[in-house]
């Protein structure tokens, strides 16, 4: 009796992540067929999105591991379930994560029901830096092996029926060694850089990418005495914690320390800055997160301990959840950190697992 080969379909970004995921899947016996994805159109005055040229690499290595690459445009999807929201954020003076929507709505939504229910998949794919442990009959998710490159604070969304059918076949190595097999293997993409910027959109400005969508509005920036000392042309243009841009350095009878932007005033169009990075202003004591995953659907006794990151780039802190309802949770951290932006998401681990997370509404100041 012959038994069928497991099919995968998996999103080839172009990238040496997703090409060498497709090399592996096809390594261990998977009938391996290759997507890409066009989510954004080409019509911006900068030219910022280098779609075409990675479907043009994309193409080459489905032709060099001979993979078929079905291809599929998802852009007035993007635009409708993602980039809208995106704006929306910024327009209400947060800053969103148009990542961690993408892989919701997108990635693990239209790209997951199109390859089981069009291309009969098993399986999908994707390149990330991150892992599934199936344990007791339940589907886990885990942080890469590589700390540097694990991607698990992007996925939370996720729920354990789809990591049954989601494989992450690099999840398990280094960033260098995934480059050193594209290398040895022969594929182009060996050194080609890693991308940068809003998810399927590419490197960009991101001040003169809003300008486009968002109409600029000046307004004061002030201290949090209530001093005027700059002005601004728009608060969408800076974040909570952001030094740079800010155009206020150097002034006479203030402490020669920089400053950071600590809120927003919507009400007023005010930008509220302090001096020092170690500013009580700058520091929250905890935050209100709403829409809220669990990715194993675990009902928690209260208070509940765990580690949070409140962005990519951080290290986690020890926490507590407080409270939980059907809107909100309440966390509370063991020591104050710096910048908690609302927007963004605070995502949870019990060690190597990521358990879930949610959107950050408001943070609880230190002061």
């Not at 075409?52 to 852009?75: G, W």
């Not at 780039?313 to 020890?318: A, C, L, T």
Request: overall charge positive; some cysteine; charged content about 25%.
């Amino acid at each position: 009796m012959i038994t069928r080969k497991k099919k995968v379909i998996i999103a080839m970004s172009g990238g040496v992540d997703s090409s060498v995921a497709a090399w592996f899947l096809k390594k261990n016996d998977y009938l391996v067929e290759g997507l890409f994805m066009k989510n954004w159109e080409e019509n911006d005055k900068e030219n910022y999105c280098h779609a075409a040229e990675d479907l043009y690499d994309a193409e080459n290595v489905c032709k060099k591991l001979n993979i078929y690459l079905h291809k599929i445009n998802f852009s007035q999807e993007y635009w409708e379930q993602v980039f809208k929201n995106f704006l929306n954020e910024y327009k209400k003076g947060n800053t969103p994560n148009p990542d961690i929507l993408c892989n919701k709505e997108i990635k693990f939504k239209l790209f997951f029901n199109y390859a089981v229910e069009h291309l009969q998949a098993d399986y999908i794919a994707t390149g990330h830096y991150a892992r599934i442990l199936k344990k007791n009959g339940i589907n886990y998710l885990l942080k890469a092996i590589d700390r540097n490159k694990d991607q698990s604070y992007f996925l939370y969304t996720l729920q354990s029926h789809q990591l049954e059918r989601i494989l992450f076949p690099i999840g398990a190595f280094k960033k260098n060694k995934i480059r050193m097999i594209a290398k040895k293997i022969g594929l182009k993409v060996a050194e080609k850089k890693d991308s940068t910027g809003i998810c399927f959109i590419g490197p960009k400005n991101i001040n003169n990418f809003l300008s486009y969508y968002i109409k600029e509005k000046k307004g004061n920036i002030v201290t949090i005495n209530g001093e005027i000392i700059g002005s601004h042309n728009g608060l969408f243009y800076y974040t909570l914690g952001q030094r740079k841009g800010l155009k206020i350095g150097g002034m006479k009878d203030k402490y020669n320390m920089p400053w950071y932007v600590v809120s927003k005033n919507i009400q007023t169009n005010s930008l509220i800055v302090a001096q020092g990075l170690s500013n009580p202003y700058l520091m929250s004591i905890g935050l209100i997160a709403e829409k809220i995953n669990w990715i194993n659907n675990i009902k928690f006794k209260l208070p509940f301990f765990c580690k949070a990151k409140t962005r990519y780039r951080q290290n986690e802190v020890s926490c507590q959840i407080k409270y939980i309802d059907n809107l909100y949770i309440k966390i509370l951290f063991d020591i104050p950190i710096i910048a908690v932006t609302p927007g963004q998401s605070v995502v949870f681990y019990l060690s190597d697992t990521c358990i879930g997370g949610g959107i950050i509404k408001c943070k609880l100041p230190l002061l």
